[in-house]
């Protein structure tokens, strides 16, 4: 997903790349090499209600972009197969949430579903894996605050303070207190000493 990373831990040795798509239902098909949208699609029962995306491309509040039909699959990515109401939508935080999740309980998923492994992942080889969502890091360009995403595509930035957040809760995250502590005003008193006349 494009706001997720995926981290693949295995034996290097004989390993087969593949390109894995999730389903609707949350099930993985692996492909290898040269295999097109259109092939990977016909193993889905709802092939007329569902397209494929990379999950390089999905970004919060955007739209979901669909793959072409005659575009190949690359190995060592993860597509989904998303239903075709999903593109007047834009994604929102739950929706990149269950989609992260999804993938996590798939990718993990795999190594059980494999018999010829042995309780091993995925053609026998021991697998560990995690889905982190991608983090995006602030920048300052000529006095302007921008956010550079993963992609190097830049986008403005507007914060605003809101009253509620002057009040915190003892148990507010760590993360809540530090984006507190950096809106605060960063002023400091000027002393001023007495002038003799």
Known sequence: ?????????????????????????????????????????????????????????????????????????????????????????????????????????????????????GGKGLFGRNRKIKVLPVLEVKERVGGEELEKRYDDEKMMVMMRRSGSVKKLKRSASRRVKFVYRSFKVRLSTIHEGTVAN
């Open 1 to 117: 997903m494009g706001s997720c990373f995926s981290s693949d831990q295995y034996e290097s040795i004989g390993s087969i790349e593949t390109a894995k798509v999730i389903s609707v239902s949350g099930s993985l098909r692996e492909y290898p090499n040269y295999v097109t949208v259109s092939q990977a699609l016909e193993a889905e029962p709802t092939t007329s209600t569902a397209f494929l995306c990379n999950s390089d491309n999905l970004y919060y509040d955007e739209f979901v972009q669909p793959l072409d039909s005659d575009d190949y699959l690359e190995v060592g990515q993860i597509y989904f197969v998303l239903p075709k109401a999903r593109l007047q939508k834009r994604l929102t935080a739950s929706d990149m949430a269950a989609l992260a999740v999804k993938a996590s309980v798939a990718l993990s998923g795999a190594g059980l579903n494999n018999k010829s492994g």
